[in-house]
């Protein structure tokens, strides 16, 4: 007898709810997922878990497969690299201890990029704090609103380009775990680590480090994302090809936050399959 499986897609596994940076809640983001024809659909907000619980009620309610996930923050000298990290047991306490840090981190990053900021833009501590839901892991986005807000820029994109890029003295870089590290706790805590946006214009991180995040249990490469770029994704597909890994893609949707939209990249069945039977720290949720 064959058993049919009881998942499918299309499916997007890398989505942002206002427990992060993206504008909508955990609800709404899943009921934008419905909208764009998506049948599975993954949380995965920065450095957090708390959207798990609404998200998963609203996907199932909708007839959709909810896959719980997040996306660790790390960083290679001056490069930060995302890790999505797929079915992680929420408890474990090593990567509670780290996503507390980074948390942590970003709160007093952000207090300084707004005092750095605030000597020259009229925008305080507040505007940033009335712009963030409680207890959301606070980033740059949620400053760029606050800019956006006050009418110093017109949205994201250009605070982005401006105001909040690295190269410009009110940057603050956030704490985060170097990449092997980030790749270790994943694993460590039942989880499938994939490597958001890898070929970004940052570039293919170089073979000693992909090497090494792939010893460490790095599973694969979230190749169809529109941030990538063409060399680095062929450069890849040489390394998927040679050692069996698992290919993602996604939209990286932010709500309002970026163009991004819902299904604008998708994960194939099979390549969903590998992920649901690698992650063993918590289980899809099936409507
Ligand atoms: P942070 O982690 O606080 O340094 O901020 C990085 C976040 O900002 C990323 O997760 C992106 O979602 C977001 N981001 C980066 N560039 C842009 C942009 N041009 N427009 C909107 N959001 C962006
Ligand atoms: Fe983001
Ligand atoms: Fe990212
Ligand atoms: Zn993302």
Redesign the pocket.
């Known amino acids: 007898m064959q058993t049919r499986p009881r998942f499918h897609g299309p499916s997007d596994l890398h989505l ?1 709810s206002s427990a992060s ?1 993206g504008t909508e809640p955990p609800a709404l983001v899943m009921a934008a997922a419905h909208r764009h024809g998506l049948r599975t659909a993954a949380l995965t907000d ?1 450095d957090t878990t708390s959207g798990w619980a609404e998200a998963a009620d609203a996907a199932t309610s909708l007839g959709m497969t909810f896959v719980p996930g997040m ?1 660790l ?1 790390s960083r290679h000298r001056w490069r ?1 690299i ?1 890790l999505l990290a797929y079915l992680v047991d929420p408890d474990d306490a090593a990567l509670r201890a780290m996503t507390d840090r980074i948390r942590s981190s ?1 709160l007093d990053r952000a207090r300084e990029m707004a005092d750095r900021i605030g000597r020259d833009y009229d925008v305080a501590w507040e505007d940033i704090v009335a712009q963030t839901s409680d207890g959301a892991t ?4 949620h400053i ?1 609103d606050a800019l956006v807000a006050r009418g110093v820029v017109r949205d ?2 250009e605070a ?2 401006g105001i909040l890029s690295p190269a410009n003295d009110y940057y603050v870089a ?1 704490y985060a775990p170097d990449p092997v590290t980030a790749v270790e706790l994943i694993v460590g805590a039942g989880g499938v680590a994939i490597m958001a946006h890898p070929a970004g214009r940052a570039g293919v991180p170089g073979d000693g480090l992909l090497d090494a995040m792939l010893d460490a249990g790095l599973a694969g490469f979230e190749l169809a994302h529109r941030e990538n770029l063409p060399e680095g994704v062929r450069a890849l597909k040489r390394i998927v090809r040679t050692r069996d890994l698992i290919v993602t893609g996604s939209s ?1 949707y ?1 709500g309002l ?2 163009p991004n939209l819902p299904g604008e990249n998708t994960t194939s069945d099979a390549m969903l399959a590998r992920i649901l039977a690698g992650g063993t720290g918590s289980s899809a949720v099936f409507a």
């Open positions: 942002h940076d920065h996306e923050s930060s995302h970003r606070v980033g740059r986005p760029a994201r994109a982005f380009a956030l990286d932010h936050g970026k």
